[in-house]
T-cell receptor, first 112, second 113 residues
Framework: DGGITQSPKYLFRKEGQNVTLSCEQNLNHDAMYWYRQDPGQGLRLIYY???????QKGDIAEGYSVSREKKESFPLTVTSAQKNPTAFYLC???????????FGSGTRLTVV | AQSVTQLGSHVSVSEGALVLLRCNYSSSVPPYLFWYVQYPNQGLQLLLKYTTGATLVKGINGFEAEFKKSETSFHLTKPSAHMSDAAEYFC???????????FGTGTSLTVIP
């Protein structure tokens, strides 16, 4: 079955460390997105990519980086510059604006 | 600028009662509208969407929503709440010309036995 796979589901990081969250899709979708979710704040867009080898900053890109070397993959790196990284991270993909997004099951990152 | 407002961050209903979750949007162009549901520690699942055509759209799990252009609203309803409906619900809008979604802040639905 087609879908989006995020791994790991739970991730713990020490302060000052970079960590990379994986997002893989086999839906043949061109566009992929990373959102951060905090209680009471809904979803906030970190980065998005509408085509391979190209990506754009979202509303809260500071402290994060991405790459899009393959259509299927859109990994997110949370750097040590991100001051408050503890959150639930959601990856999504889309074939177009009428179709809506398909979401992964999320990664919960905790800084210890 | 586009925005989505969900009135009521928490809604409680009794089992069997009507569910009404409110969503209003602002958009300079005709939008596409979506409702998503999220269960704890999971991703978002598409409930229903409005793109063109009939303004009353039906989705999964007995939910439906009506696009009212004059009121810039897309409220989500279900005639009879079930315990399994307890979740977080998000309204979202996208523009016909673009591919970026704008999400509301979500409404947490509690169903009381």
């Amino acid at each position: 079955d087609g879908g989006i796979t995020q791994s790991p589901k739970y991730l713990f990081r020490k302060e000052g460390q970079n960590v990379t969250l994986s997002c893989e899709q086999n839906l043949n979708h061109d566009a992929m997105y990373w959102y951060r979710q905090d209680p009471g704040q809904g979803l906030r867009l970190i980065y998005y990519s509408q085509i391979v080898n190209d990506f754009q900053k979202g509303d809260i890109a500071e402290g994060y980086s991405v790459s899009r070397e393959k259509k299927e993959s859109f990994p997110l790196t949370v750097t040590s510059a991100q001051k408050n990284p503890t959150a639930f991270y959601l990856c999504a993909s889309s074939i177009g604006d009428r179709a809506g997004y398909t979401f992964g099951s999320g990664t919960r990152l905790t800084v210890v | 600028a586009q925005s989505v407002t969900q009135l009521g961050s928490h809604v409680s209903v009794s089992e069997g009662a009507l569910v009404l979750l409110r969503c209003n949007y602002s958009s300079s162009v005709p939008p596409y509208l979506f409702w998503y549901v999220q269960y704890p520690n999971q991703g978002l699942q598409l409930l229903l969407k409005y793109t063109t055509g009939a303004t009353l759209v039906k989705g999964i799990n007995g939910f439906e929503a009506e696009f009212k252009k004059s009121e810039t609203s897309f409220h989500l309803t279900k005639p009879s709440a079930h315990m399994s409906d307890a979740a977080e619900y998000f309204c979202a809008v996208s523009l016909w010309a673009g591919n970026q979604f704008y999400f509301g802040t979500g409404t947490s639905l509690t169903v009381i036995p």
